[in-house]
């Protein structure tokens, strides 16, 4: 078992937080490194990052599943899964707001940062490594390589184009934010209600609405 945990070291460090990727908040090297010696599916995703030929699918999986098994999920579990448990078990039991931070990450945060780990720990083994790095994980830009986080929204698109306004004239102009935005004020905005100016949606008439319901 010590030959085995030497061999996977890189992973450990790499998977846990190094200087090209993320650190997991709240969980230490040695933490994991207890885990490693006793958890096979951790075992088994080492193999698969220390396989050069290992492919992005086969990565991601085993990132996730190595992950899960760091948070103390069940095997079946997914990361979203077990996030979404953790964030309900917060909620009945903190008296307090609910830092997301303290949950484990998205399965979209965990494949990037499986990507890097992967990455990173092939550079590792062989200087001579010809992985691209836009290929796993990271982008080019003008400043240089950045590593990509996610490829999700942070919330729906229903709830980004929600916008509040808190405008004391009519609404008619651009300084109102719901008007800027190319949106209706509706019942959240806080002077206007959605209703007491010109940018509220237009309520029909009761004999308007009945015929239209008729029609």
């Given at each position: 078992?010590?030959?085995?945990?030497?061999?996977?070291?890189?992973?450990?460090?790499?998977?846990?937080?190094?200087?090209?990727?993320?650190?997991?908040?709240?969980?230490g090297?040695?933490?994991?490194?207890?885990?490693?010696?006793?958890n096979i599916?951790?075992?088994?995703?080492?193999?698969?990052?220390?396989?050069?030929?290992?492919t992005?699918?086969?990565?991601?999986?085993?990132?996730?599943?190595?992950?899960?098994?760091?948070?103390?999920?069940?095997?079946?579990?997914?990361?979203?899964?077990?996030?979404?448990?953790?964030?309900?078990?917060?909620?009945?039991?903190?008296?307090?707001?609910?830092?997301?931070?303290?949950?484990?990450?998205?399965?979209?945060?965990a494949?990037?940062?499986?990507?890097?780990?992967?990455l990173?720990?092939?550079?590792?083994?062989d200087?001579?490594?010809?992985?691209?790095?836009e290929?796993?994980?990271?982008?080019?830009t003008?400043?240089?390589?950045?590593?990509?986080?996610?490829?999700?929204?942070?919330?729906?698109?229903?709830?980004?184009?929600?916008?509040?306004?808190?405008?004391?004239?009519?609404?008619?102009?651009?300084?109102?934010?719901?008007?800027?935005?190319?949106?209706?004020c509706?019942?959240?905005?806080?002077?206007?209600?959605?209703?007491?100016?010109?940018?509220?949606?237009?309520?029909?008439?009761?004999?308007?609405?009945?015929?239209?319901?008729?029609?």
């Amino acid at each position: 078992m010590g030959s085995f945990i030497c061999q996977h070291l890189l992973f450990l460090h790499a998977l846990s937080g190094c200087d090209t990727t993320s650190q997991l908040y709240g969980i230490g090297k040695g933490t994991i490194l207890k885990k490693l010696k006793n958890n096979i599916i951790l075992q088994q995703a080492a193999l698969v990052f220390h396989n050069p030929m290992s492919t992005h699918t086969q990565v991601q999986e085993a990132g996730e599943k190595a992950l899960v098994a760091i948070y103390n999920g069940k095997n079946s579990d997914s990361l979203n899964m077990l996030r979404y448990k953790r964030y309900s078990e917060k909620v009945a039991t903190s008296a307090s707001q609910v830092d997301p931070k303290n949950l484990p990450p998205t399965s979209a945060a965990a494949k990037y940062h499986s990507f890097l780990v992967f990455l990173q720990v092939n550079q590792w083994k062989d200087t001579e490594c010809d992985m691209m790095p836009e290929s796993w994980g990271w982008e080019c830009t003008d400043a240089g390589f950045k590593p990509t986080t996610t490829d999700i929204a942070p919330a729906p698109q229903e709830l980004l184009k929600i916008i509040r306004c808190n405008c004391a004239t009519d609404c008619t102009t651009t300084r109102c934010s719901c008007q800027k935005h190319g949106m209706k004020c509706s019942i959240a905005c806080g002077q206007c209600r959605g209703t007491g100016c010109q940018n509220a949606t237009p309520f029909l008439e009761d004999d308007e609405a009945d015929n239209e319901l008729d029609d």
